[in-house]
């Protein structure tokens, strides 16, 4: 496996993009837990027939997730674009 060698200024600023990006994760994940925390009354969700009952932390968490495998799956589908 080779690598190509990187000067210091490259390596100093991989290192922080890496903890901004970090921290920006820390921060909406903090941000998604709290906002599921704090909501927890209940909710109507209208699917296209049936309506469905169901706490309001569930349906919060159940959108965060499917938001995040949305994301993951167009990062990964851009990177392969990419690399083509």
Do not use: D, Q, Y
Not at 23 to 28: D, E, L, M
Not at 31 to 53: C, E, M, Y
Not at 67 to 76: K, Q
């Amino acid at each position: 496996m080779t690598s190509t060698p990187t000067t210091a200024a490259e390596s100093s600023a991989t290192k922080r993009a890496n903890g901004t990006k970090l921290i920006t994760v820390g921060v909406i994940f903090a941000a998604a837990l709290w906002f599921i925390l704090v909501n927890t009354g209940k909710a109507r969700v209208r699917l296209w027939i049936p309506t469905v009952s169901a706490p309001m932390w569930l349906v919060l968490l159940v959108t965060f997730a499917g938001g995040m495998v949305a994301g993951l799956l167009i990062r990964r589908s851009n990177k392969k674009r990419a690399a083509e």
